[in-house]
């Protein structure tokens, strides 16, 4: 079976890295079965062969993913993001209103093996793990979030909104009660870090779509 990519929109690219704005509803890597065939990986290395994997988003998310091209950048993007010199900044929609203007959560993070690919609080055995938010605007029966990840740990701005009473709209892995949405209301919008061939400064921005 030959897969069916949607459109490929790419923000960014050049000899070293691609820059792609990943949709909703799309797998960043291959996954099992026929329909992991289809996934942004692969799309990207129909078109750059030396495209190598860096990060992810998951597949409800929308946003900015990054592509090294070849080894040695693929090294130098990995150590970047170890080092937390990524800076990377998602909207997010959760549901209720929430206390305050701003707030960081920190609460460590494990896997919830009897229910994966679940991830739960964990505060005996989990990794650390931050979070910062900013309110952007007050909605009905919900609020706008700038957030920013310090750590990168798997579903971790999911969890925590989830574990602080305020779940992204549409989630509907950890929502108990999803506030109704087409879609898992995450995008990440920002991204920015060195460039990894001569250490220019370098800033994406993603459209938000909801």
Known sequence: MCPTFPPLN???????????DKPAGLLSVPGRGDAGLVNLTSQVQMQWPDALVVHR?????????VFARGLPMQRALSQ?????????????????????????IDLPLGADWPRRPRQRVDLQQG????TAWRVLAREAG???????????????????????????AGDTLYAPQ???APRLLLHAEHLALR???????CAWQAPLPF
């Open 80 to 104: 970047a993001f170890a080092t937390r010199q990524v800076h990377k900044r998602y909207v997010a929609v959760v549901t209720g209103d929430i206390a305050g203007d701003s707030g960081h």
């Open 127 to 130: 990794k650390p793990a931050q």
């Open 195 to 201: 460039h990894p061939a001569d250490g220019s400064a």
């Open 57 to 65: 988003l998951d597949q409800a998310t929308s946003g900015l993913i």
């Open 10 to 20: 790419t923000v960014f690219a050049d000899a070293h890295l691609v820059v792609i």
């Open 142 to 168: 919900a609020t706008r979030l700038a957030l920013q990840p310090i750590t990168g740990r798997s579903h971790q701005l999911r969890v925590h909104l989830m574990a602080i009473g305020h779940p992204i």
């Open 178 to 180: 999803p506030l109704t």
